[in-house]
C-alpha cells in the first residue's frame, strides 16, 4: 500500500533563510510525487511534481523539490523563505503501478518570521 | 492549470438538515473528486465522481450520507445528508485529466459549520 510521511508538523525559519519540509513515501512501484500548498481559507494550490527524469524538480513561487529514491524521500525547497510562504504544505504520492488515487500527508505548516 | 469554481464557499447549517455543494471544472478535467478535510488536517478522499453512474465511494463513505452526481463531465454536487456536528469540516472538489500523470487541481473548498 502506498503512504506519505511529513515527520514534522511545524518548520520555523527566518525570513531570508533557506527552508526545507521534509516528505518521505512508500510505494509498490514507481513513485509519482507532487507538492501543494494551501493558505487559509483557500483550495490546495499545486507547487510542483516529480514523475521522471531530472531528479531536482522547480516550482512555482521558487521553490523546488529533490526525489532521492534511495531514501525515498522528497523534500521541498527554498533558498530564501519569504513571509508570505507561511502556509501549509502537502506532500502526497501516486503510485505508478496503477489506480489514480493520490495520498496525501498530514501536511506541515511553515511559519517564516520577517 | 485547471480552473475549479465551487459554491457555497461557507455555510452554517442545523443539525439534521442537508447541504448540497456544487462544484464546476473547466474542459480540460476529465476526473473528478470530492474530499473532507478537517480544518489544519489533512484530506481525506470521500469518492470518485463518475460521469453518468454512481459514484466510486471510499471506506468509510456510504451514499446514502454523501449522494454524488455527475450529469456531464463538467459539474459535480455533493449532498452533506442529515448533518451533526461531526460534519463540521471543509469540503474540496477535485479534478484532473485522464492521464495517470496528470496534476490534480482544487477548488477553493466549502466551509462547512453544523450546530
Known amino acids: 500500500a502506498q503512504s506519505v510521511a511529513q515527520p514534522e508538523d511545524q518548520v520555523n525559519v527566518a525570513e531570508g533563510n533557506p527552508l526545507t519540509v521534509k516528505c518521505t513515501y512508500s510505494v509498490s512501484g514507481n513513485p509519482y510525487l507532487f507538492w501543494y500548498v494551501q493558505y487559509p481559507n483557500r483550495g490546495l494550490q499545486f507547487l510542483l511534481k516529480?514523475?521522471?527524469?531530472?531528479?531536482l524538480v522547480k516550482g512555482s513561487y521558487g521553490f523546488e523539490a529533490e526525489f532521492n529514491k534511495s531514501q525515498t524521500s522528497f523534500h521541498l525547497k527554498k533558498p530564501s523563505a519569504l513571509v508570505s510562504d507561511s502556509a501549509l504544505y502537502f506532500c502526497a504520492v501516486r503510485d505508478g503501478t496503477g489506480g489514480f488515487n493520490t495520498i496525501f500527508g498530514a501536511g506541515t505548516r511553515l511559519f517564516v518570521k520577517a | 492549470s485547471a480552473v475549479i469554481s465551487q459554491k457555497p464557499s461557507r455555510d452554517i447549517c442545523q443539525r439534521g438538515t442537508s447541504l448540497t455543494i456544487q462544484c464546476q471544472v473547466d474542459s480540460q478535467v476529465t476526473m473528478m473528486f470530492w474530499y473532507r478535510q478537517q480544518p489544519g488536517q489533512s484530506l481525506t478522499l470521500i469518492a470518485t465522481a463518475n460521469q453518468g453512474s454512481e459514484a466510486t465511494y471510499e471506506s468509510g463513505f456510504v451514499i446514502d450520507k454523501f449522494p454524488i452526481s455527475r450529469p456531464n463531465l463538467t459539474f459535480s454536487t455533493l449532498t452533506v445528508s442529515n448533518m451533526s456536528p461531526e460534519d463540521s469540516s471543509i469540503y474540496l472538489c477535485s479534478g484532473k485529466r485522464e492521464g495517470f500523470t496528470d496534476t490534480q487541481y482544487f477548488g477553493p473548498g466549502t466551509r462547512l459549520t453544523v450546530l
Open positions: 516529480y514523475i521522471t527524469g531530472d531528479n
